[in-house]
């Protein structure tokens, strides 16, 4: 993408020198910056005889140079990093243009303003007054008054705190047409302080466009539907939530991409000709620290480490009688050299050279491709990338972006995705080039929100990568004291599926290479996956952005947890499967399951990661009451919350739920002659599920935990209590 003049400059300067030279010595130039910190784009102005003429200039979308022309959308706000910086408080007064911003901010008010002219407001990105007030002066025409209708709009959408619009001709009448902020300023002849005072009391008076209290803007959380999974997963699933005091999606999410890890490259699911699914799953848990991430996932790592274990030792063996054969074979091959050299006739044929023993891989942490390609080539049915903290494997993208090896690598892993070949190109190493015929690797581990929005930048929206990870991100929960464990023969029944899937084997196509053996649907796997794909497309229309690329993944994810789910079956002995060479309706409907629940999470997850200040502690005030079972007072919140440190705080914020429809107050009979009538606040249908019950329709081991206690936090307060 070029500018006006067919060109790309190397800098900015370059870029304004070619405006220059075509229009003459600039008046001025503002410079846009992104929240980094870094100048994204330029407007060039020019004061001339006839009125003003302003030009742009932007950095191209891949930072390799610059051009004449507009920033592309969604474009910062002026001032941004001030923006960001500003204390809580402080309101944010939004201008018509740079000019009247600079003449705001050199009074000492925190000003801003959109890029590109009164038209292009749209086009900016207004997330940053999320939470603020916000006070708009318009220029003093019609033109200012439609900004100032599309920034009302633009900011309350972004959740602004309050919205404003205040009119300088209040204060002075003589205002010129089109008059703004800088013409308030020459004025009053640069008086600061008096201007200030007059702005700031116009903004007092003036009346405030609130944002009307509403529900959370994220979905109430649906429990992991443990129920379609097979035993003995879903019984490992119940018996260690319970025991450890976590949600079940903590165990589920790393068992089942360990599952697909075993599985590996040995078969896929054939949905019609030339559409085939791997088993590969890529699974994040979203949540604080505290949460009891880390336990939850040595445990349900515990039979793949196991398995590695018992492989590391068999490689320590295999290597030692190498080794020793690897000395027999040097002592006979200078022996063999002698009698060469001496021209001895009956020397023979040289000795063979022993192999050195392949390293048998199941779980990985390294996350660069190429640390990862020798392991692939020696392990061709795949590996499980399994890190605690996901933020390594996230980060490692960017990890050589000065040398160019970012959007190489994270090429890469969109590819292994889908199981496709990687080759790989090194600078060290024996040999220099690496070809993996089909890299397969799941992924499990866990990210703290904050870390997640910040590593799933602009770029992996964009490329897919966000939506290729399934993300659970339950609430927080009260800890309390259970003698539970889980049940050894439980975890000898998963290590005993784990190993059976360990056992699959590829087959060989008509030149001999190995290729994934193809599971296909039975008649009635068939019509359930006919009916699914049908219904999620119908949903798929009506997403945009995130959710709909989400949605495209799900397409694909639901068969893979089906051929994972039937696979598991099978090597669980599952007395119901017909035949394992083909999915049946049971397996479908499982894949299916888990698939709705993952999209569901994904409206969660990406909700809370885009919530303002505002709705984030709607949401987590919500959560609080579902833990106390729906109902609460104000005396037991403020109890409950230490944030709320008055029952007036408490009444207040109960009354926004209830305008906003998410609770209603109920009066209780006096308990006892004379007493008072208690208020209390009691949860909508619709927002009062108990977060940890088993959903309706599951026969199988009951709520695995329990939530009546109350323990003394470990983590950090959020000002919400214990969750």
Not at 116 to 133: E, M, T, V
Not at 322 to 332: K, P
Not at 438 to 445: C, L, M, P
Not at 654 to 674: K, N, Y
Request: glycine share 10%.
């Amino acid at each position: 993408m070029v500018g006006k003049s067919g060109r790309t400059f190397t800098t900015a300067r370059d870029a304004v020198a070619e405006l220059e030279r075509q229009h003459g010595p600039r008046s001025t130039t503002w410079t846009y910056h992104n929240a980094a910190g870094e100048p994204v784009g330029l407007v060039v102005r020019w004061d001339t005889p006839t009125g003003k003429d302003v030009r742009p200039v932007s950095r191209m979308a891949d930072g390799s140079g610059w051009r004449i022309g507009g920033m592309p959308t969604p474009r910062p706000l002026y001032a941004l990093t001030d923006l960001l910086a500003m204390r809580t408080g402080e309101r944010v007064y939004v201008t018509e243009g740079e000019k009247a911003a600079d003449a705001a901010r050199a009074v000492g008010l925190v000003a801003t303003t959109s890029p590109h002219g009164s038209n292009s407001a749209g086009k900016a990105d207004w997330s940053p007054l999320a939470g603020r007030d916000v006070v708009i002066l318009p220029d003093h025409d019609e033109a200012g008054e439609r900004y100032a209708d599309d920034v009302v709009r633009l900011a309350m959408a972004a959740g602004a705190k309050s919205v404003r619009v205040v009119r300088l001709v209040e204060r002075w009448a003589e205002l010129p047409k089109g008059g703004d902020m800088a013409d308030l300023v020459v004025h009053r002849g640069g008086d600061t302080d008096l201007i200030r005072a007059e702005v700031e009391a116009l903004a007092d008076e003036a009346n405030a466009d609130t944002v009307t209290p509403h529900a959370p803007s994220a979905p109430v959380f649906t429990p992991f539907p443990a129920h379609v999974l097979p035993e003995p997963i879903r019984g490992l699933v119940t018996e260690a939530a319970k025991a450890i005091g976590c949600d079940a999606s903590y165990i589920a999410l790393p068992l089942l991409s360990g599952l697909a890890s075993a599985i590996g490259n040995t078969h896929r699911i054939a949905l019609k000709p030339g559409w085939t699914e791997p088993a590969i799953l890529w699974m994040a848990i979203v949540g604080e620290s505290g949460t009891m991430k880390t336990p939850a996932f040595k445990l349900a790592m515990k039979a793949i480490r196991k398995a590695q274990a018992s492989a590391y030792k068999e490689h320590d063996a295999a290597r030692a009688a190498w080794e020793a054969e690897h000395l027999l074979y040097e002592a006979e091959l200078t022996r063999w050299k002698r009698q060469a050299a001496k021209g001895h006739g009956d020397a023979g044929d040289p000795p063979e050279k022993p192999a050195p023993p392949i390293e048998r891989r199941y779980i990985v942490s390294d996350t660069t491709t190429e640390a990862l390609a020798p392991i692939l080539l020696g392990n061709p049915r795949g590996v499980l990338l399994a890190r605690d903290e996901l933020a390594g494997w996230l980060g490692s993208f960017d990890r050589y972006a000065k040398a160019g090896k970012a959007g190489a690598d994270s090429a890469h892993w969109l590819s292994m995705h889908g199981g496709e070949a990687m080759t790989i190109d090194r600078k060290t190493g024996i040999p220099p080039t690496i070809h993996v015929p089909s890299a397969s690797v799941s992924i499990t581990g866990g990210i703290q929100p904050g870390i997640l929005s910040r590593a799933l930048g602009k770029e992996h929206h964009e490329s897919g990568m966000a939506a290729r990870v399934l993300f659970a991100m339950p609430p927080r929960k009260q800890k309390r004291w259970t003698e539970a464990d889980v049940n050894s023969d439980t975890e000898a029944a998963v290590a005993a599926v784990f190993d059976r899937l360990f056992g699959l084997t590829m087959e060989a196509d008509a030149e001999g290479d190995e290729r994934p053996r193809l599971v296909t649907l039975a008649d009635d796997g068939k019509a359930a996956w006919v009916r699914f794909y049908n219904e999620h497309a119908t949903e798929q229309v009506e997403l945009s952005g995130d959710l709909s690329a989400a949605w495209s993944k799900l397409e694909g994810y639901a068969a893979r947890l089906a051929l994972v789910v039937h696979l598991t079956r099978w090597a669980a002995d599952d007395a119901t499967l017909r035949d394992p060479a083909r999915v049946d309706e049971a397996s479908i409907a499982a894949g299916v399951v888990l698939a709705r629940w993952f999209g569901d999470e994904a409206r969660r997850v990406y909700a809370i990661l885009s919530e303002s200040n505002d709705d984030r502690e709607t949401r987590l005030l919500l959560e609080l009451i579902q833990r106390k079972g729906g109902d609460v007072n104000c005396r037991e919140l403020v109890h409950a919350c230490r944030r709320l440190s008055k029952v007036a705080d408490a009444e207040a914020a109960l009354s926004r739920l209830v305008e906003a429809g998410v609770g209603s107050w109920r009066t209780p009979e006096q308990r006892g002659p004379g007493g008072p009538k208690a208020r209390r606040f009691v949860l909508n249908p619709a927002y009062s599920v108990n977060v940890y019950r088993n959903p309706s329709g599951d026969t199988g081991n009951g709520n695995p935990v329990d939530v009546d206690g109350v323990d003394k936090p470990t983590d950090a307060d959020d000002g919400w209590g214990v969750m």
